[in-house]
């Protein structure tokens, strides 16, 4: 019998202190759990990623002195702790530390930096070197090889180093965001490392939002055969205790994909709220599906009590709309306020009219519209601390049709990196979940409108969005080509004019507030276009 | 008499035929000045820098065919052309082509790749590997060494090996962001090279704005001596040809320090608005030192039919400063626009009466008035096709004493990296330089106010700018420590508060539009702190 306790925690970005005490308390249960070893996720003490707080000298300081104030507390309990190693030279490395009564027995450096995607390690760390024993530790003597994250992807890496050196378990500390479909693929690539060693893999992820970022948990340990001994749940801190030589461990079920989604929105937009210092938000609720679905996110994250919905109706929404706003605002139990937004758009235009030289009422008109909403809810937000939660899709973000200033005013955007038909995908699923309704069947019915003007649906500017998040999915999250994705000449011109969209948007996404990343190339870290551009392929 | 001709040209990214032309059109001028080789900066083809566009692979590939085409028409004359090069696998490689009569002679990778401050190419390329004679080329039996950008900076690096296997010049091919007090290590690093090796350094650097940055140009040549022999001028194209064995080749003059800052900020913005093909401008005008100096910045960058000063006065703003903000635009001669906001602010007082349950009057209606100005501003720009510059310093954008959605609206922040200290001193530079005046006196005289409400001052809420500023050149462009940028504990409370204010007004900078770079850390791809960060140190 060898327990070993996963401790799957919430760290937040620059919390010494509260991350100290995070790590204690999982220590004290994994002790009162009878394990011999705890793992925690990479870079545990300061936070995953800190970003350009690395740069900072006594960042890096206060990062070692927290691991060495907890090294001596470790006792009754050996311990892998992520933190950030500093050499004589300054130089600094993602690390983990094994320690074993109150001793820093080991230090393992990271050897593959991943600098692709979200992640920018090579501005930060230099590489650890793998020598003979690298990041070789016993326990109960058995030896175990540390590794963090993506160590472990890199086919024959310090994993199978370790594991020639004699390793029978191998220990790896991750932060690894959610995306879509990629449990899966974490699951095989741990199996297959676990029969390539024949070794027991303990892999120990993070969980908890970090702006754009969400940290999906689901640590798991596999059986040198490859077989799934252990997994800890998806999307909550847990300490997962698992006796790797036992036959029965606890297995968390895992969400199907929509379930899955929903819920790193839930997590993604709580833990940004709360870990930036809020505790209510207000959106705006149109009657439309977005306003809708972020609004039940909201309180399935914060609870009715702390999500404020207005409605602010111009002259050109429906009566349906409003009245879908004060249902779905209802059925939620949510404070909600209606706030006709005429009487202010109409000084605004009376004011404008002479500088506007009598011409035709274009985007100007509309867009004020969507500013005066802003303006509102911004107000709510300087009134009464509310942080303001954006309802835009990736969809409207992806293509420009959104207001910069007006509807994309907000800190936070839960749909950020969702397309609109995943919206409908979403707000169905999530109907479904209980006998009473949540979003009316009508907000489902009614064709997408922007209700900027008279008789506007978004389909009509955009294509039905069955196409567009087709072309979407090519060009956006696949890098593919004008040629490529247009599959004859009558398509032709539809992809051009909407990959121009999507180029000519760039500065409106730069300005956007951050949102939950559930893709593999969301509009955020992740995505580094330049808006000077003049390529249009 | 060897003639080297170095085309400091403006490249805007992804326009392959535009860069091509201009390619073509440097090299013919090179040909008739009788030079026998010509010099582009780095990565010429596809301008610099791509960012994501190098994940495209036709992007890649468009590149490459732009290079052959341009190859075949090289004659009477050879040239070295930066472009992004690609092996087999797929890997690429930011490159230099030596070109001679219409045959690619010989292609260099470069070595060394930045991977820090604005700089990511380690997310895009491979590192090339220095091989016996890599980049050694031969011109008139005299051989050259190709090196780009990076790799002279470091000791030893390439150039040092090309040196040793016989070349007796060093080409380096560079795209170097304009930053204060850069020309001059530059131009130390290069003597030094050059003394070193004993070589002739050719140093071809790229000119004009790119988003954030601006490249100065300034393109050098030094002899084996390390004495300059030939230099371009700062911010504008030139072909700048140099015979190597001469004595008297073209030395342009450099600008002083405020001078150069100015002209960074003019070409920074002139280049953002054409390139994203705007022709005018807008901004708010309100009587203060920041929006006058920008509409002096806008009408040098675009002359004065281009740009529209709007002057948006409540009743907290004095009759002084509106008068101030008229003298501004006549002295200019651009188009002013007075439209008080009082009636707009007054209707959304109003309406907000109601819900703000009578609590006493805070920064909800104050950022209104900000924020009424930043729509009426884009209802200008939605309506006639302007981009609207904004008007906030990095001293407010620091510290966040600036509004969201209000006067932070806008396409282009030409003072995004200017401390408001610094602000004063281009004022009082640029009015300097011609006999009328430009900005009023009142203007210097007046205490910095938002006026938001009555009896604002700026330096009321933050402290003296020179105090401030000298706090923020600690926390921001030095990333010192609250312990150490504090002398003693009298000015603890003070600087505390300060980089309190910094850390917790991320979330605005990060919907902030971009502005030209001119420090080591400005606030764009630069600055990568997160937003949900505890730390406080």
Redesign the interface.
């Known amino acids: 019998m060898l327990k070993i306790a996963l401790a799957q925690i919430n760290t937040?970005?620059?919390?010494?202190a509260?991350n100290a005490n995070l790590i204690l308390d999982y220590m004290a249960r994994a002790k009162r759990a009878k394990a011999r070893l705890v793992v925690f996720p990479e870079l545990a003490v300061c936070g995953y990623?800190?970003?350009?707080?690395l740069?900072?000298?006594?960042?890096v300081e206060?990062n070692l002195k927290t691991l060495s104030a907890l090294a001596k507390k470790v006792h009754g309990v050996s311990a892998v702790v992520g933190f950030v190693d500093a050499d004589s030279k300054g130089k600094i490395y993602n690390a983990a530390a094994f320690i074993n009564e109150g001793v820093i027995k080991a230090v393992y450096r990271k050897n593959e930096l991943p600098?692709?995607g979200v992640f920018?390690e090579?501005?930060y760390f230099q590489p650890g070197r793998f020598e003979a024993h690298s990041g070789v530790a016993t326990i109960e003597g058995r030896k175990i090889g540390l590794s963090i994250c993506e160590d472990i992807w890199i086919d024959t890496g310090v994993y199978a180093k370790q594991a020639k050196a004699g390793a029978k378990i191998l220990v790896n500390l991750s932060a690894s965001p959610y995306e879509v479909g990629k449990l899966k693929v974490r699951h095989d690539l741990l199996s297959r490392r676990a029969k390539e060693t024949k070794t027991t893999v303990v892999y120990c992820n993070l969980v908890g939002?970090?702006?754009e970022l969400v940290f999906d948990g689901a640590s798991m340990v596999f059986s040198p055969q490859g077989k799934l001994l252990a997994r800890a749940r998806q999307f909550e801190e847990e300490l997962l205790v698992c006796d790797v030589d036992a036959k029965e461990n606890p297995i968390a079920p895992i969400l199907e994909e929509t379930q899955e989604i929903y819920q790193a929105l839930v997590v993604g937009t709580r833990?940004?709220v709360q870990?930036?210092g809020f505790t209510k938000v207000a959106l705006g609720l149109s009657g439309g599906i977005d306003s809708a679905l972020v609004a039940v996110i909201a309180v399935d994250a914060l609870t009715a009590e702390n999500v404020t919905a207005i409605s602010m109706p111009s002259r050109f929404n429906a009566k349906a709309t409003r009245q879908d706003a004060r249902v779905v605002a209802k059925n939620l139990g949510i404070e909600f306020?209606e706030?006709p937004i005429q009487?202010?758009h109409n000084?605004?235009l009376r004011?404008?009219r002479k500088?506007?030289n009598r011409?035709a009422p274009?985007?100007?008109?509309e867009?004020?519209q969507a500013?005066?909403r802003?303006?509102?809810l911004?107000?709510?937000?300087?009134?009464f601390g509310w942080l303001v939660l954006t309802t835009g899709n990736k969809s409207e973000m992806a293509v420009g049709y959104c207001t910069?200033?007006g509807d994309m005013?907000g800190?936070f955007a839960p749909l950020k990196d969702i397309f609109k038909t995943k919206a409908y995908t979403l707000a169905r699923w999530r109907n479904a979940q209980q006998r009473t309704t949540l979003i009316p069947k009508s907000v489902f019915l009614r064709a997408p409108t922007a209700e900027l003007r008279a008789n506007q649906t978004d389909e009509e500017s955009l294509g039905a969005y069955e196409q567009l998040d087709g072309v979407l999915a090519s060009y956006v999250q696949a890098?593919q080509?004008l040629?490529?994705i247009a599959k004859d000449s009558a398509q032709l011109p539809y992809v051009k004019k909407t990959i121009n969209l999507v180029d000519k948007n760039e500065?409106k996404r730069?300005?956007?507030?951050?949102g939950v990343k559930i893709t593999a190339r969301a509009f955020g870290?992740d995505?580094?276009?330049?808006?000077?551009?003049?390529?249009?392929?």
């Open positions: 937040t970005v620059g919390d010494f509260g990623p800190p970003e350009d707080l740069l900072k000298k006594h960042f206060n600098n692709y920018d090579k501005r939002g970090q702006d833990d940004y870990k930036n306020k706030i009487a202010i000084v605004y004011i404008l500088h506007f011409l274009n985007i100007a008109e867009n004020l500013r005066i802003g303006n509102l911004m107000a709510f937000s300087n009134k910069l200033y005013s800190g890098h080509s040629g490529s500065y730069r300005q956007g507030p951050p870290r995505w580094r276009l330049p808006i000077t551009n003049k390529y249009k392929e």
